[in-house]
């Protein structure tokens, strides 16, 4: 039996899904690249050797339609889970820097609930 809330059902349980737009997925370089600003696609985890799970989102860019896949810190996480932030909200990521002093990079982060996407 083929559950057409698959994919839906695993990004609720944070199982790592692979985009079904077939496009690739970049991985966002904060102090490189820029903001990010679009709209959320999945999010997922992985398992690395030495920080333990590790959580990610990917966006769709609202400029150029292309995936961008951020690494979510803890304070990251947080703020999406305070935002209740979900597939289909829109993004916004900004990368603040790291202050004199701090260990930490900041960030700025705005999730806009966007139910109307999918209707």
Same mark, same amino acid.
Request: glycine residues 8%; aromatic residues 12%; proline residues 3%.
């Given at each position: 039996?083929?559950?057409?809330?698959?994919?839906?059902?695993?990004?609720?349980?944070?199982?790592?899904?692979?985009?079904?737009?077939?496009?690739?997925?970049?991985?966002?370089?904060?102090?490189?690249?820029?903001?990010? #600003?679009?709209? &959320?696609?999945?999010? !997922? *985890?992985?398992?690395?050797?030495?920080?333990? =799970?590790?959580?990610?989102?990917?966006?769709?860019?609202?400029?150029?339609?292309?995936?961008?896949?951020?690494?979510?810190?803890?304070?990251?996480?947080?703020?999406?889970?305070?935002?209740?932030?979900?597939?289909?909200? #829109?993004?916004? &990521?900004?990368?603040? !820097? *790291?202050?004199?002093?701090?260990?930490?990079? =900041?960030?700025?982060?705005?999730?806009?609930?966007?139910?109307?996407?999918?209707?």
């Amino acid at each position: 039996m083929n559950d057409k809330f698959s994919r839906l059902r695993a990004i609720q349980q944070n199982k790592n899904t692979k985009p079904n737009t077939g496009q690739k997925v970049k991985f966002w370089k904060y102090d490189q690249d820029g903001d990010i #600003l679009g709209t &959320i696609r999945e999010f !997922g *985890r992985f398992d690395h050797p030495y920080f333990g =799970e590790q959580h990610t989102v990917v966006v769709q860019l609202a400029d150029s339609n292309e995936l961008v896949s951020a690494f979510l810190n803890q304070w990251l996480q947080e703020g999406m889970r305070r935002q209740q932030a979900e597939v289909g909200d #829109l993004a916004l &990521i900004i990368f603040l !820097g *790291r202050k004199p002093g701090e260990r930490y990079n =900041e960030f700025m982060l705005h999730i806009d609930k966007n139910s109307s996407e999918f209707f």
